[in-house]
Structure formats: C-alpha cells, structure tokens
C-alpha cells in the first residue's frame, strides 16, 4: 500500500492521488510519497506503551442515535489508554477513511476535548480506517470491518 501525505495539511491519501487535496485544496504536487509514515502495533493483541495511547479504538454501532434509518455510527477514541490533551502533548486530528476513500477530518484541540470523534454514516459495508495524529508522536492508524 502506497502512502501519500499533503505537505500543507499533512492529510493522507493510500493508493493514488486522485485530484486536489481534499481537506485544504492543495493541488497533486503538494503530496509526497512516505510508506512509512503510519505507526502500526507490533503484536495487534500485545500493545506496547506507547502503542496503548495512539492506537485509535473503533467501535461501530449498527443503530444510530440521531438518525433512525439508513444510518450506522461510528465512534473512535484515540488509545486503550486515553491519549493526553495538553498544550504541549495532544491529538490534532482524526481522519475516517471508507475502503482507503477519504470521508472526513475531525479537528481537535488540547484541554477541552477528549481524544475521541464520531460520524453518522450512510456507508454500511466496507473497511472503516481511522488515523490520526499526535502532534509529538506522529500518525497511528487503526481499521475495522463495518
């Protein structure tokens, strides 16, 4: 799997780049191509300490709350162990992904927010990708079946 990283926005796209960035508009050029960007778990059921606090958990839930028909939710929290949210140690952004395809951005900021984001989403199959982004320790990514 290619990795491509916007170096405005630091937005990701897996594959191909398809058009502009579609978080800040940057045209194709801005992308650089970077295969070792995100961090993964070493052993998927044996996280190390840091892994604990970036690796983003998923939870889909089949009934959504708002929207009673044709809608799933999406939760994700970022680490097993909630990441920090401090000025100087937090989480910038999460990014939602449906089979590789950008859906949407989820800015945060340090001290107020949890590390955490959701979606309402149209989408009832596929693989849901969620990375996000430490300001200190980088991308760390996570997927689920929907």
């Not at 170096?7 to 194709?28: L, M, R, S, W």
């Not at 650089?32 to 052993?43: A, L, T």
């Not at 959504?64 to 000025?87: A, N, R, S, T």
Request: with cysteine.
């Amino acid at each position: 799997m290619k990795t491509y990283v916007c170096k405005v926005c630091g937005h990701i796209e897996f594959d191909e780049i398809t058009g502009n960035c579609p978080v800040c508009g940057a045209p194709q050029t801005s992308f650089e191509d970077k295969p070792d960007i995100i961090h993964k778990p070493g052993e998927p059921t044996n996280f190390t300490e840091p892994e604990k606090k970036h690796i983003p958990s998923i939870l889909v839930v089949k009934t959504c709350g708002l929207i009673p028909q044709g809608c799933m939710d999406v939760h994700v929290k970022v680490g097993e162990v909630e990441h920090p949210m401090l000025k100087e140690h937090y989480i910038t952004f999460i990014d939602f992904y449906i089979d590789k395809k950008y859906l949407s951005r989820v800015y945060l900021t340090p001290e107020r927010l949890h590390p955490a984001a959701a979606l309402h989403l149209k989408a009832d199959t596929g693989v849901l990708t969620a990375v996000e982004h430490c300001n200190i320790h980088g991308y760390w990514m996570a997927e689920k079946n929907l």
